[in-house]
């Protein structure tokens, strides 16, 4: 959940009110949630709370005037609300929200609310007769009219000593607020993917295998990206020296691909949609030594049998609201190869590297692909970053959902 808040801008309005304290807590849990926050705070807000409590905790200058008196250097409003994936302001105040909800300007948060483009949210703080005033609720109710999203104050003991509704909420209250409301709006919420990546490794003796050079980049960022999305992703992998760092990615480690064919089968019937991105052996040794073999003759052979095809078998079983995603890495007659990969193994798309093209391969960070849809119709991509053709991929997914 926390990872909604990752590199997100997060333009913290503070205003003046006793609640104002909250502030470096909620500034706390959003850095360390991986959001940049930048804080612009009223003349007011000032005087509850230092500016320098609140720049350190944020790493960046506190914004409180249309320029800076020391250089004259001007804070652009415009280019902050550009700068904000989400305006938050807590507390908000009556007098601000007043402002706000009138298009009031007459400092530089109001200047900011005004001309951002970003979703707003308020958390409002106040004493309860305040909160209650006709004029305030009103205010409230034309500020959600243009869309801006109220995190309600909470009832208990106010600062003036009476007891009602108007206590601001608790800051990790606003940040669950905003994880929640981001989450909703993510175009891959409620469904399941499994991803596999990597290598398989396949035992020879104790001590040796045969695998194959896949690092494991491309399906990991695929993992990465789908859980960024909203999915519930479980990422099946090889042996790679990778981490994920998306905490929604259950991840199960396998070495063989009869290991991957039986995670496979576990995790298959319950996903959404499938992206097969491991490289998996196409043969395993008919029998494992279980000593170390020893160099006695000059020559020496391995008998060799197929494994199990694990995107054929997954094809087979997939369902009608199941998407089914290959990978076809190809030397040689490379879009035919992979067309008939498409449609023996009954799959919803297939992403075509090939070993030809500069910047596409194994170990790399970037890629060169092409998807070939089920219509045969294929697409073709730049050389670009994993990450970026993660993206690529699963927009991808999301039209074909
Ligand atoms: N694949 C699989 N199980 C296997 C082999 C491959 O699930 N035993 C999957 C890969 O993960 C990939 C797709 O099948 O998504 C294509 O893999 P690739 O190695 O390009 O092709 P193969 O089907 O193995 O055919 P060939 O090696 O003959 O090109």
């Given at each position: 959940?926390?990872?909604?808040?990752?590199?997100?801008?997060?333009?913290?309005?503070?205003?003046?009110?006793?609640?104002?304290?909250?502030?470096?807590?909620?500034?706390?849990?959003?850095?360390?949630?991986?959001?940049?926050?930048?804080?612009?705070?009223?003349?007011?807000?000032?005087?509850?709370?230092?500016?320098?409590?609140?720049?350190?905790?944020?790493?960046?200058?506190?914004?409180?005037?249309?320029?800076?008196?020391?250089?004259?250097?001007?804070?652009?409003?415009?280019?902050?609300?550009?700068?904000?994936?989400?305006?938050?302001?807590?507390?908000?105040?009556?007098?601000?929200?007043?402002?706000?909800?009138?298009?009031?300007?007459?400092?530089?948060?109001?200047?900011?609310?005004?001309?951002?483009?970003?979703?707003?949210?308020?958390?409002?703080?106040?004493?309860?007769?305040?909160?209650?005033?006709?004029?305030?609720?009103?205010?409230?109710?034309?500020?959600?009219?243009?869309?801006?999203?109220?995190?309600?104050?909470?009832?208990?003991?106010?600062?003036?000593?009476?007891?009602?509704?108007?206590?601001?909420?608790?800051?990790?209250?606003?940040?669950?607020?905003?994880?929640?409301?981001?989450?909703?709006?993510?175009?891959?919420?409620?469904?399941?993917?499994?991803?596999?990546?990597?290598?398989t490794?396949e035992?020879?003796?104790?001590?040796?295998?045969i695998?194959?050079?896949?690092?494991?980049?491309?399906?990991?960022?695929?993992?990465?990206?789908?859980?960024?999305?909203?999915?519930?992703?479980?990422?099946?992998?090889?042996?790679?020296?990778?981490?994920?760092?998306?905490?929604?990615?259950?991840?199960?480690?396998?070495?063989t691909a009869a290991e991957l064919l039986s995670?496979?089968?576990?995790?298959?019937?319950?996903?959404?949609?499938?992206?097969?991105?491991a490289a998996v052996a196409d043969y395993t040794p008919m029998?494992?030594?279980?000593?170390?073999?020893?160099?006695?003759?000059?020559?020496?052979?391995?008998?060799l049998k197929k494994t199990t095809d694990v995107l054929y078998t997954?094809?087979?079983?997939?369902?009608?609201?199941?998407?089914?995603?290959?990978?076809?890495?190809?030397?040689?007659?490379?879009?035919?190869?992979?067309?008939?990969?498409?449609?023996?193994?009954?799959?919803?798309?297939?992403?075509?590297?090939?070993?030809?093209?500069?910047?596409?391969?194994?170990?790399?960070?970037?890629?060169?692909?092409?998807?070939?849809?089920?219509?045969?119709?294929?697409?073709?991509?730049?050389?670009?970053?994993?990450?970026?053709?993660?993206?690529?991929?699963?927009?991808?997914?999301?039209?074909?959902?």
């Amino acid at each position: 959940m926390v990872d909604m808040l990752k590199d997100k801008n997060i333009l913290l309005g503070v205003c003046g009110s006793i609640a104002s304290y909250k502030s470096a807590e909620l500034i706390r849990l959003l850095v360390k949630a991986g959001a940049n926050v930048k804080v612009v705070m009223t003349k007011d807000a000032t005087a509850f709370i230092t500016p320098l409590t609140l720049s350190t905790l944020s790493k960046h200058p506190i914004l409180t005037e249309y320029y800076q008196n020391a250089t004259g250097e001007w804070n652009n409003h415009v280019e902050l609300g550009l700068w904000a994936d989400l305006l938050l302001i807590a507390p908000a105040t009556a007098n601000s929200m007043a402002k706000f909800s009138n298009g009031l300007c007459d400092n530089l948060l109001s200047a900011v609310y005004l001309s951002a483009k970003c979703p707003v949210y308020l958390a409002p703080a106040m004493d309860l007769d305040m909160w209650k005033h006709p004029s305030t609720q009103q205010n409230i109710d034309r500020l959600k009219g243009f869309g801006n999203q109220i995190i309600k104050p909470k009832y208990g003991e106010l600062a003036s000593g009476l007891v009602g509704e108007g206590r601001l909420a608790e800051p990790q209250e606003i940040v669950d607020h905003l994880i929640h409301d981001l989450k909703k709006k993510l175009p891959l919420k409620n469904k399941k993917a499994l991803v596999t990546a990597g290598p398989t490794y396949e035992a020879i003796d104790p001590v040796r295998f045969i695998g194959n050079h896949s690092s494991g980049k491309m399906g990991f960022a695929i993992a990465e990206e789908l859980a960024n999305l909203g999915a519930d992703v479980t990422l099946i992998s090889g042996p790679t020296a990778l981490h994920t760092s998306n905490s929604q990615i259950k991840r199960v480690n396998i070495t063989t691909a009869a290991e991957l064919l039986s995670a496979c089968l576990d995790h298959f019937k319950t996903c959404d949609i499938c992206v097969m991105s491991a490289a998996v052996a196409d043969y395993t040794p008919m029998e494992v030594a279980t000593q170390k073999i020893k160099k006695n003759t000059d020559e020496f052979e391995i008998q060799l049998k197929k494994t199990t095809d694990v995107l054929y078998t997954l094809g087979q079983q997939k369902s009608k609201h199941q998407l089914l995603v290959g990978f076809a890495l190809e030397t040689h007659d490379e879009v035919v190869h992979a067309k008939q990969k498409l449609q023996k193994k009954n799959l919803d798309f297939i992403v075509l590297n090939s070993m030809n093209d500069a910047g596409a391969g194994f170990q790399k960070d970037t890629n060169k692909v092409s998807i070939i849809n089920k219509d045969l119709v294929k697409t073709d991509f730049e050389v670009k970053a994993k990450t970026a053709v993660a993206k690529d991929i699963c927009q991808q997914i999301i039209a074909s959902l």
